[in-house]
């Protein structure tokens, strides 16, 4: 929840400074074309400029501010976005081999159920192999029963299932 109220506090920020960023330049723009134009009959004073100028400089300086902060923001929770990715994978590849090992599967079952759960057809995991499709279709059979399954999207379920339970309870 803190983090929440810090990001909406980062955004209204930078929404903030991007309005008047904006507001000022369509100023800007709008001065200098009423001055090529001439629709202004007296120039605009200079008090005015530097007011225009030190608001300008007062909107750059806090984007830049904030906007090294949202990129610092952004790179770290990147790094512990990909730390946490990085932990996920190892326990899902740590629980799978587990599994492989708890349901008996032999080396050759074991390449195709990795191959399968990376979404391989049997042909392709047949060509990868070196194996003709039965054979591949074979040791997915063997693989499936031995996993007490149905077929690819059930040994899927079963790994998932098996790992958000571990999360849930890592006791």
């Known amino acids: 929840m803190k983090r929440e ?3 909406r506090a980062y ?9 008047v960023q904006a507001g000022l330049s369509l100023l800007y723009i709008g001065l200098f074309l009423a001055d ?5 009959g007296a120039p605009v004073s200079w008090r005015f400029f530097e007011i ?9 300086v806090l984007g830049s501010i904030l906007g090294g902060i949202l990129l610092k923001n952004f790179v770290r929770q990147r790094r512990e976005a990909d730390a946490r990715l990085h932990a996920a994978a190892g326990e899902f590849d740590a629980l ?6 708890e349901w008996g599967l032999s080396p050759s079952e074991t390449d195709i159920a990795i ?4 979404g391989f057809s049997n042909a392709e995991i047949a060509e990868l192999r070196g194996k003709s499709i039965g054979t591949i279709k074979a040791q997915s059979n063997a693989v499936f029963k031995k996993a007490g399954v149905n077929g690819r999207t059930q040994l899927i379920g079963v790994l998932i299932e098996d790992l958000t339970a571990a999360v849930d309870n890592p006791a």
């Open 5 to 7: 109220a810090g990001y």
């Open 11 to 19: 955004r209204l920020m930078l929404i903030g400074i991007i309005l």
């Open 36 to 40: 090529l134009t001439g629709v202004l």
């Open 52 to 60: 225009m100028q030190l608001l300008t400089i007062v909107g750059l």
């Open 96 to 101: 799978m081999r587990e599994r492989f090992d």
């Open 115 to 118: 191959f399968a759960l990376k």
